[in-house]
């Protein structure tokens, strides 16, 4: 398939899952705004509709919380095909919202809006209207996830790192109790082979911390530390860190310098607190339970998604080695597991397979930081999997199979940055 195809295809999925001011990710599985996708997908709508693509993300940011939180999942109009739906959640906001967040990819994507727009007047109005929202909610997550100042925050749901069921939450994610729910019927596994979603045992827990944290009356100052599953991440917290850095550049070419100083300060503090996730022994990053103080022994991609922060370039280069001895194990990289693991599972979810939105990021970090090779590797196995397998949700990377939903919106916003890059 020629790349003029591959563009053609990939414009066509995401104006199929347009639904006017946002995008579903696709028909039926997911059937609502979610966060970071809406961010991704603003990326990809750039290149044939500069204008949609900032609609993307304004959309969202107009359910911000007020305490500076923007929610995982803003439910525009109802739809039964999804569980746990708006009625669950119960959230009391004016247009329904669930009431956790997810990794804050925004102030990168805005930056990168920005910086390739054709109308130059639009864009820097409507990024400068954006920065101090992107701003208040990095402000909200040290605040309400950083208690101790630390310069890294916590996840409190695995549905907040967007890696749902990684073997990275395993061991924190015992201490959640799995009983005491009320009764529920999932529907992803309906739209999906049940064999490459979460299990029902990962459901019932997550389902248990929604319900604890509804009966806390979604109050961020008290979430926190009543959650039995806080996880430093490295792969969040360095989205966290580049959108920091990011929007200080952003704000600094606008002219607001406040936020830039702000935004410098948080990248800064990050930055240094996240050489504390380094571990020698896997030549990754680890994720961290901040309940024990422990590194969490599993390699995953989060691990290597720090790649995406200005981390040093001995780090960035052991991380390109890492991607370089996946790929001798795996046909596709990045693999979301380290193959070498026994938990690996090529197929289910976040346990194995290869998701074109972390190659994206890990490969924009790679390349920037010099390691041209491992994120030209990481591009070409992008796009040779979207020609033997379609625009897939996740894939198989032993054999490239496709998983999960089909005619995937981030997946076909990332071709389309692949392709620009290629």
């Known amino acids: 398939m020629s790349q003029t195809d591959l563009a053609g295809h990939a414009v066509a999925i995401l104006r199929e899952n347009d639904r006017g001011g946002y995008t579903v990710p696709t028909r039926g599985l997911y059937p609502f705004q979610w966060n970071w996708d809406s961010c991704l997908t603003a990326l990809g709508q750039r290149h044939f509709d500069e204008s949609r693509a900032w609609t993307e993300i304004e959309t969202l940011f107009a359910h911000q919380w007020p305490d500076g939180m923007v929610p995982h999942i803003v439910f525009h109009r109802p739809d039964a095909g999804y569980f746990p739906g708006p009625e669950v959640w119960a959230t009391g906001r004016p247009v329904p919202t669930s009431g956790i967040t997810q990794p804050p990819v925004a102030g990168f994507a805005i930056r990168r809006l920005w910086e390739r727009a054709a109308d130059r007047a639009a864009a820097d109005a409507r990024a400068g209207a954006l920065v101090e929202r992107v701003a208040a909610w990095h402000r909200w997550f040290h605040a309400a996830r950083d208690p101790d100042g630390e310069g890294l925050v916590a996840i409190i749901h695995p549905w907040e790192s967007g890696r749902d069921n990684s073997v990275d939450w395993d061991i924190p994610f015992e201490r959640v109790p799995a009983d005491g729910i009320a009764p529920y019927t999932r529907r992803d596994t309906q739209h999906a082979d049940p064999a490459h979603r979460p299990t029902k045992a990962q459901y019932d827990r997550y389902l248990w911390l929604l319900e604890r944290f509804r009966a806390l009356g979604w109050d961020n100052a008290r979430l926190h530390d009543a959650s039995p599953f806080r996880v430093v991440d490295p792969g969040f917290n360095a989205i966290l860190i580049r959108s920091a850095a990011d929007l200080a550049e952003l704000a600094a070419a606008l002219g607001m310098d406040a936020a830039a100083a702000e935004s410098r ?28 103080g422990r590194l ?6 989060g691990g290597l998604l720090p790649a995406f922060a200005a981390i040093p370039p001995a780090r960035a280069a052991a991380l390109a080695a890492r991607v370089e001895a996946q790929g001798r194990r795996v046909r596709f990289v990045v693999p979301s597991h380290d193959p070498a ?63 999960g939903g089909g005619s995937f919106t981030w997946t076909a916003a990332m071709v389309l940055e692949f392709l620009a890059r290629a």
């Open 265 to 292: 300060a948080l990248a800064a503090r990050g930055l240094a607190a996240l050489e504390g996730l380094w571990s020698a022994a896997h030549g990754q990053y680890l994720a961290r339970d901040r309940v024990t």
């Open 296 to 301: 969490i022994d599993s390699a995953s991609s």
């Open 341 to 403: 693991d026994p938990r690996f599972d090529a197929r289910r979810y976040w346990r194995g397979p290869v998701w074109l939105v972390v190659n994206y990021m890990i490969a924009d970090g790679l390349a920037r930081a010099g390691q041209a090779e491992a994120a030209a590797r990481i591009t070409a196995d992008s796009l040779d999997l979207i020609r033997a397998s379609g625009f897939a949700e996740y894939y198989d990377p032993t054999d490239g199979a496709p998983l």
